[in-house]
């Protein structure tokens, strides 16, 4: 039997992660790298962060590049794909990190936040995957990882159209599973809240509600976002598509979660 250690090796392969230019995608970037991936970058309008990941990651011995793109925009999408197999040769992975979370009272969402909001978190996605699944299957397969959120099945106020666009991802990685496989698997990742530097400063005290609630009792590091990505576009879930993982410290189990068992 292969020993485990060995199947989440990503040598000679190619990760598109988008978004990675800030937050949550630089460290999905760099699991994907600590296991051996090139790495394709991309930013919207964070380009010094996403070249110096680029050359934090070619110091380390790994092939990256950055590429500027604009989700929303569905002409991007083919030339971006186009560019990456260009550079690397190949594209084995999918990161569909990229995305916007405006919180905004619902009647004060105009149709321009909707349309925003929609065509940045889904309509975007599901062309960049649509041709980056169909490159795949020219090449032997790969695998597409969606991020989601737990707003996709737990509401909350100030977030219905972003719950929305991520519930969509959810139910449109089901659908793509359907479609692309027995080549291209396609998965989800719903985090939970992301602890960021100065996180205080845009959610006051969301940090200690949040960790009052979760079992894990704190909030979830990016790493642990790109550790789940790299389980589902690794050989250890050859098996695994259209299925949807919560990485969230637990939070979700908040309303049935008793405080006195902790003691048993």
């Known amino acids: 039997m292969e020993k485990i250690s060995r199947l989440i090796d990503f040598t000679g392969k190619t990760a598109l992660i988008t978004g990675a230019g800030k937050g949550a995608g630089m460290d999905i970037a760099r699991v994907f790298a600590s296991a051996g991936a090139d790495i394709a970058i991309t930013y919207a309008s964070h380009g010094d962060e996403a070249n110096a990941l680029a050359e934090e990651l070619r110091a380390e011995g790994i092939k990256a590049k950055t590429f500027k793109f604009?989700?929303?925009?569905i002409n991007e999408a083919e030339p971006l794909i186009d560019a990456v197999i260009k550079a690397f040769g190949r594209l084995d992975i999918l990161v569909n990190n990229a995305g916007i979370y405006?919180?905004?009272?619902?009647?004060?969402?105009?149709?321009?936040?909707?349309?925003?909001?929609?065509?940045?978190?889904?309509?975007?996605v599901f062309f960049l995957?649509?041709?980056?699944?169909?490159?795949?299957?020219?090449?032997?397969?790969?695998?597409?990882?969606?991020?989601?959120?737990i707003n996709a099945s737990n509401p909350a106020g100030n977030l219905v159209h972003y719950g929305i666009s991520k519930a969509a991802v959810e139910m449109m990685t089901r659908c793509m599973a359907h479609e692309c496989g027995p080549d291209v698997r396609v998965n989800c990742v719903a985090p939970g809240l992301i602890w960021a530097e100065g996180q205080e400063q845009w959610i006051p005290g969301w940090r200690e509600s949040y960790s009052e609630r979760a079992p894990l009792g704190r909030l979830v590091k990016a790493e642990e976002i790109g550790k789940a990505c790299a389980f589902f576009a690794s050989d250890l879930a050859s098996a695994v598509t259209g299925q949807t993982l919560t990485v969230d410290c637990g939070v979700m189990l908040a309303p049935c979660y008793d405080n006195s068992l902790k003691d048993l």
Do not use: F, H, Y
């Open 129 to 149: 995957s649509r041709i980056a699944a169909k490159k795949m299957k020219e090449t032997g397969g790969g695998s597409i990882v969606n991020i989601s959120s």
């Open 102 to 124: 405006p919180a905004q009272p619902m009647n004060k969402i105009t149709e321009s936040d909707w349309d925003s909001m929609l065509d940045t978190n889904t309509k975007g």
């Open 70 to 73: 604009n989700q929303a925009d």
